[in-house]
């Protein structure tokens, strides 16, 4: 008997737009059933659409590619959300009980709606990542059934600027003709596939290296306390490595073939790539490491802000595209003084496919799966008064999970069906002040 049923979803990148089609088991196991990518083209600047023609002609391709594949029609999509307005913000609320109250489902409840319905000033809400509870204010993982006179909850709210999807609407949607089935926040989708629980309840530093960003997210006691968005990532790099007088394809190129974020070395080789003179190495790597060093102070004073600062025993976990620089983890290594891993898709989450579920540039967009609940797939419509089958499962919700997109409270739970040499700032403070400024293109 054939399938049917799967759940689609776009990472769009500043390099790449990512497509990935794949359907949950029993067991909890993804099976990809299909994955293409597309060049940006510069369509996508920092993680936000730039251009709306461009980019709905990227993704109409994309989404073309994929059915050929899969062989079916795709009807909606699930989109990752990024862009350096993207950060956390704390929101606490409570109830108070009686002096003998016992905290119940219908007390909890009643803290998660109104949680949902909180609408931040000058921001949208687009996720919910996490929560702590609170009895007496002690902190309590599962405050049910417990005696108190009052409970209280502390939730993580993801927010960006209000009009961040804006122009992700235009472009699929009214572009390619594509609908969104939901938006999921990028940083959440790739930690949701590559951390364990050990790492969260630890504490660790995620650092999710995109072409355009560095998303830092920190975990400590099981539940997300802090995510901000950096605005420089591997492409930051390569433009940089342009300032030696080399095209940015070839500045690429030498970037991941002979960049190194730890070199000691003194050699230098001639472009296979073009006829231009002769690049020393040395020369090379020190323009990498000049832009690490300025992203590596910011995420330390991200680290000292959480206020979590010594306090991370798992240390710095590290995935994305621009985190295959090598030598990277030992440059981390050595600047926090801390261990470092290399993170891509858990093979509990995987199946199949592990040319792309252990490369770290994919674990984003394999992540944004774990939040499906749709179905993704066209439905055929049938002569009038006979109930199509697959229409039925549709509307029934085809995995029978809770959603977890945009409103979620935690990380996926399973269920049981079906991520310059020249000009570069060494002075942190104005970079501070302006981290979550409205210009987000260049």
Known sequence: ???????????????????????MNENNVISVLACE??????????????????TGANVKKLISMLENVIGRNIAKVYVSVAGQSLHTIPYRTYRQLSSSGI????????????????????????????????????????????????????????????NLVANIEKGIVERANVRIAGYIVGAQASAAISLNDDEKELGCVFIDFGAGTTT???????VLRRTVVIPFGGKTITRDICELNFTETDAEQY??????????????????????SDIDLVELNKVIRMRLDEITANIKEQIRLSGYEG??????VITGGASQLKNLDLYLKEKFNMPVRKASAK???????????????????????????????????????????SQTK?????????????EGIKTPKKSKTDKNNKGIKTTLGGFFSSMFSEEEDE
Request: hydrophobic share 35%; with cysteine; proline share 5%.
């Open 1 to 23: 008997m054939i399938q049917t049923g799967f759940v689609a979803a776009l990472d769009l990148g500043t390099s790449k737009i990512k497509g990935v089609v794949g359907r």
């Open 37 to 54: 990518t597309v060049p940006s083209k510069q369509c996508i600047r920092r993680g936000v659409v730039y251009n709306v023609e461009e």
């Open 103 to 162: 905290v119940t489902e219908n007390v909890i409840n009643q803290l998660n709606d109104e949680a949902q319905k909180f609408k931040p000033d000058l921001s949208r809400k687009y996720a919910i990542a996490d929560v702590e509870y609170y009895v007496d204010r002690k902190p309590e993982k599962n405050p049910v059934g417990i005696t108190c006179s009052m409970v209280e909850a502390e939730y993580q709210m993801l927010v960006g600027r209000p």
């Open 216 to 222: 830092v997210s920190i975990y400590k006691g099981g």
């Open 255 to 276: 970037k991941i073939k002979f960049g190194k974020a730890v070199d000691g070395s003194d050699n230098s080789l001639f472009s296979p790539f073009s006829s231009k």
């Open 311 to 316: 306090q991370l025993g798992a240390g710095i």
């Open 347 to 389: 093979k509990s989450f995987v199946n199949n496919a592990p040319e792309i579920a252990n490369d770290p540039s994919f674990t984003q967009v394999l992540g944004l799966l774990l939040f499906g609940t749709e179905d993704c797939e066209v439905v055929e419509v049938e002569p009038e008064g006979e109930e199509p089958e």
């Open 394 to 406: 549709s509307s029934k919700n085809l995995f029978g999970k809770q959603s977890h997109r945009n």
